[in-house]
């Protein structure tokens, strides 16, 4: 029955798609405007069968109905509740039913958002992207990576569970859906780029109208990172939180476009620049989120992150290409229309700072998808297989994150057009001095390492920067400047930075060491004390935990343990960390005590600053958020989707022209 109601619901969210698109594509070819509403109703029908097939999957994971293969493969009766929620999307047909049921949400509410407006082309051309793209994955739903099939199981017989690691550690329940959050968020600006290129309205409209959904989902995105990060340091034992993996690098890769379209976009907008540029980074976005969909689900990668089934690869890929050929035929069509009216003044000028900002993270988004994909490459034409490293990626990327670090230090003083030395200096001359304080901070505790201070010493010059901003805008304004799109990007600046220092105090000034240890025996790592007081199992419903108790400088005690799971047999180590605003303590078993052996094998990571990595994502979101919504300084265009923002030489004084005195 739940496999029957699952496919029920999953074909009628294809029919809702189908019918959606033919009556827009005919609406909009015969002007009939009344064929154009039927964008709403389809894609709610979509969106209730897709909440559908999601109801039966989890009645299916909770009740343990073994006669969905699915749960048959990924659920158990033992997983706990949380986890058993989760397992949806812990391998590929459950992923794909996630992704569907947002991209379905993200379809109802842009037809709820431009209600009184899908009669105007430019929304109905959007609606026919966002209901073709919401198709394909029903599609692969259905057909390509089935979520319901049949299972003939025995009496009695129980799955194994999801993934020991994806069991470990309660992130595993959000992490996954705020990341394809991010990845569907960026369906709606791709969207209506497309829609702009069909219609030929290639003003900044379209801008305007995307502004705050690419934002959101620009932010989902940075969350579902952090959010990842953490889990893998909490999880992988490794006493990390980044390691190149193919799969972490899949989704980072449409982060670094999507941002640098959030910054050129304020360039088009003030100054009618970058027109094509800006197609083709949210084409670029879009397009990345198929790809990074590609590579965690064809089985080409090997990651802990990956799942592989069938056809689905080929798929994606074609889907892919599609996707990229049919956007360069549309830009190449429209070339003329895209000739942009403004041009850059003076390289001295913010919107100088924004192009080498977004070269910069094109660069940074090649250097990640060469290292990524090159293996594939050379195995597809060769059949040699080989891998590219952290340190080709710690290589190529400390470099570019320095100079990004500068940018973000000089481009919030920048005026539009031109800036001469005399105001540069005078507006740089607060954050010079805070990168003076910082970078003797560092070295007095103890900071080491040219690419260490330097990095410290940049981002005390980019704090001071911001830091300077949002003070004149308190000035102005009260608290009511920190929103807006420019302080709210402050906001978002400050967490950068907050992560960028975290992340060169952690790389650069981690000390570690590997011990065996009997009961009662202590040794020191990083100016602290670690004494094995004892082991003891603990039973589980579905796993079994020899823990270890370690006392910390004589105090407090931590328990890492290693997890037996009793559907697999498998050993997964759980590392316990004491944290503190300047130091984490990480420890982590690589071999438990035993009956006949009471010695453990164990890891001590000590690590400063890591928390900061936490905070400066908190702190992201609340700047994205704060972002999103109009400062004192908005101008609302009368018809945004209909008419280009104005622009020209008044459009937009330097900001701090009528504050008082820099």
């Known amino acids: 029955m739940s496999v029957l109601l699952g496919n029920a619901a999953i074909s009628l969210g294809l029919a809702a798609c189908v019918v959606g698109i033919g009556a827009l594509l005919s609406g909009l070819r015969s002007g009939k ?8 109703p389809m ?3 979509a969106l209730v069968a897709a909440l559908g097939a999601v109801g039966v999957m989890q009645v299916a994971l909770l009740t343990n109905d073994t006669s969905v293969k699915y749960v048959a493969e990924e659920g158990s009766k033992t997983t706990p509740f949380p986890f058993d929620v989760a397992t949806m999307w812990s391998a590929l047909e459950g992923s794909i039913l996630l992704w569907g049921v947002l991209l379905t949400a993200f379809t109802v509410a842009v037809a709820a958002k431009f209600k009184s407006r ?3 082309p430019l929304v109905g051309w959007a609606m026919v992207v966002m209901l073709t793209v919401t ?3 029903f599609v692969l739903m259905l057909a390509v990576a089935p979520v319901f099939r049949t299972f003939d199981a025995a009496p009695g017989f129980d799955g194994p569970g999801p993934n020991p690691l994806l069991q470990n550690h309660i992130l595993v329940a959000f992490h996954p859906p705020m990341l394809y959050l991010g990845y569907v968020g960026f369906t709606v600006p791709f969207a209506f780029a497309i829609a702009a290129l069909v219609t030929g309205r290639l003003g900044e409209g379209w801008l305007a109208e995307t502004r705050r959904w690419t934002l959101f989902a620009w932010g989902f995105l940075t969350v579902g990172i952090v959010l990842g990060a953490w889990w893998s340091y909490e999880v992988s034992g490794w006493g990390g939180y980044w390691a190149w993996d193919p799969v972490e690098n899949a989704s980072f890769l449409p982060w670094l476009t999507g941002t640098a379209f959030i910054h050129s976009v304020m360039v088009q ?19 990345l989120t198929i790809l990074g969909t590609f590579l965690a689900r064809s089985g080409v990668l090997q990651s802990v992150h990956a799942f592989s089934s069938g056809s689905i690869g080929p798929t994606l890929l074609g889907f892919f290409a599609v996707i990229v ?6 830009i190449g069509w429209r070339g003329d229309r895209l000739r942009s009216p403004g041009a850059i003044d003076s390289p001295l000028s913010r919107e100088g700072a924004f192009l080498a900002n977004n070269l910069l993270f094109a660069a940074f988004a090649f250097v990640i998808l060469l290292g990524t994909v090159f293996p594939l490459i050379v195995e597809a034409i060769n059949g040699d297989q080989m891998s590219v490293g952290a340190p080709f990626f710690d290589r190529m990327s400390v470099p570019i994150g320095l100079v990004m670090l500068f940018l973000m230090a000089v481009a919030p003083v920048l005026p539009w057009r031109s800036a001469t030395t005399e105001l540069l200096s005078k507006r740089l001359w607060w954050p010079a001095w805070a990168s003076v304080a910082v970078l003797g901070f560092a070295v007095a505790v103890g900071a080491r390492g040219v690419s260490s201070l330097l990095g410290f010493w940049l981002a005390g010059f980019a704090s001071g920067s911001v830091a300077r901003q949002l003070t004149l805008a308190a000035r102005r304004q009260g608290w009511r400047g920190l929103v807006g799109r420019a302080n709210g990007g402050m906001i978002v600046h ?3 930075l907050v992560i960028a220092v ?14 065996t240890m009997s009961p009662g025996e202590t040794v020191r790592v990083g100016g602290h004390e670690f004494t094995y007081v004892s082991s003891y199992v603990r039973e589980k419903a579905n796993r079994r935990e020899i823990r270890s108790r370690i006392r910390i400088d004589g105090d407090d005690v931590f328990e890492p343990s290693m997890n037996q799971y009793l559907a697999t047999g498998q050993m997964i180590p759980r590392p316990s960390v004491k944290v503190s605003l300047t130091t984490d303590l990480y420890l982590n078993l690589t071999r438990a005590a035993s009956a006949e052996d009471p010695a453990i094998r164990i890891r001590i990571v000590v690590e400063p600053l890591i928390v900061w990595l936490w905070i400066g994502g908190s702190v992201m979101a609340v700047g994205t958020v704060l972002s999103a919504y109009p400062g004192r300084r908005h101008r609302n265009p009368l018809d945004p989707v209909s008419s280009p923002v104005a622009i020209g030489p008044d459009r937009d004084p330097d900001p701090e022209s009528e504050s008082v005195p820099a």
């Open 33 to 40: 405007e009344k064929l154009l509403l039927w964008a709403r």
């Open 43 to 45: 894609s709610t029908l």
């Open 325 to 330: 050929v049919g956007c360069v035929v549309l």
């Open 118 to 120: 899908l009669t105007d």
């Open 502 to 515: 975290a992340l060169v105090a952690s790389q650069s000034y981690t000390k570690q060491g590997e011990f």
């Open 494 to 496: 400050l967490g950068v």
């Open 269 to 287: 907008e003030r100054r009618g620049m970058l027109r094509v540029w800006n197609l083709t980074l949210v084409v670029a976005t879009f397009s």
């Open 135 to 137: 198709g394909f994955f």
